[in-house]
């Protein structure tokens, strides 16, 4: 199984928005609905976002969304703030209990 | 509150078996509808999911990692381990154990991480 593909480096002003791309094939992101996406700050444990393409666990702003099609799964922060700059990872569900990431992007605020 | 905590050698010599410990602690290790998993990261790279147990002890790999590792469940001491074979400096990384609830398929806990240097 090959890495989702993120663009390496995604960047927007304090107040807008930023959108990151996570491409995968039918048989990972356009297979199933398990779509996670993870925030890393630099020598930190990545932290879980967003869940099941759309869904927020508990404590996550409902400025980070999640949507889906196709192949390709998408991440949208809204009204940018400087703790937003960090690593960004989309992780899905690949059959057979395997799962596989994204090449992470770099968000720059 | 759920927390996970890896812990193991930080030097490994090449050629040997790297294996790792993540002691689980607010949660039993065998509740239902639970993986328990490793995930690493290579200094300055991106994740790498390495594989996981299901509570019931069966055993899921990444397919380019299958023929290195083992990952079992220590149920009397509510711990998971990590044992990888044969490695080599492309091996070097900070691994993490996580839990992924079968429900949502997603790594809703981690541990802090440790670094794993593959050096002779």
């Known amino acids: 199984q090959s890495a989702l593909t993120q663009p390496p480096s995604a960047s927007g002003s304090r107040g807008q928005s930023v959108t990151i791309s996570c491409t995968g094939t039918?048989?990972?992101?356009?297979?199933?609905?398990?779509v996670s996406w993870y925030q890393q700050y630099p020598g930190k444990a990545p932290k879980l976002i967003i869940y099941?393409?759309?869904k927020r666990p508990s404590g996550v702003p409902d400025r980070f969304s999640g949507s889906k099609s196709g192949n390709t799964a998408s991440l949208t922060v809204s009204g940018l703030q400087d703790k937003d700059e960090a690593d960004y990872y989309c992780?899905?569900?690949?059959?057979?209990?395997?799962?596989?990431f994204g090449t992470g992007t770099k968000v720059t605020v | 509150q759920l927390q996970l905590q890896e812990s193991g050698p930080g030097l490994v010599k090449p050629s040997e078996t790297l294996s790792l410990t993540c002691t689980v602690s607010?949660?039993?290790?065998?509740?239902?509808?639970?993986?328990w998993g490793w995930i690493r990261q290579p200094p300055g790279k991106g994740l790498e999911w390495i594989g996981s147990?299901?509570?019931?002890?069966?055993?899921y790999y990444n397919p380019s990692l299958k023929s290195r590792v083992t990952i079992s469940l220590d149920t009397p001491n509510n711990q998971f381990s990590l044992r990888l074979s044969l490695v080599t400096a492309a091996d070097t990384a900070v691994y993490y154990c996580?839990?992924?609830?079968?429900?949502?398929?997603?790594?809703?806990?981690w541990g802090q991480g440790t670094l794993v240097t593959v050096f002779s």
């Open positions: 996580a839990r992924t609830p079968d429900r949502g398929m997603a790594n809703d806990f």
């Open positions: 607010g949660d039993s290790i065998n509740s239902r509808g639970y993986y």
């Open positions: 147990v299901y509570y019931s002890g069966s055993s």
């Open positions: 039918s048989s990972d992101v356009g297979g199933y609905d398990y």
């Open positions: 099941e393409v759309i």
């Open positions: 992780s899905s569900y690949a059959g057979s209990n395997n799962f596989v």
